[in-house]
């Protein structure tokens, strides 16, 4: 009997628009408290836009208000800041 291939979640990046697999993208959660922070582990409650962890693909969405679409609330300069910052340490890990 052949073996099931597992499937792997993927997501669209609102920066760029690519497909990718969900572990390869950052996520930026709406807690249901209305807070907003990173997600590094995907797993928080509450409503979610992942993104490449480009800063190019982040100031692209942040541009055309894509992740305020997605999250419907508004983002903080001190959130857009510390996003950035995140972005620069994961790109630093490559």
Known sequence: MPQK???IPERKCVGCGE???KKELVRIVRTPEGG???DES????GRGAYICPKKECFEKALKAKRIEKSLETTLSQELCDMIREKLSEVNHDD
């Not at 995907?42 to 409650?45: D, F, H, I, Q």
């Open 19 to 21: 497909v990718k697999p």
């Open 5 to 7: 291939k597992k499937k």
């Open 42 to 45: 995907g797993k928080l409650s």
């Open 36 to 38: 907003l922070q990173l």
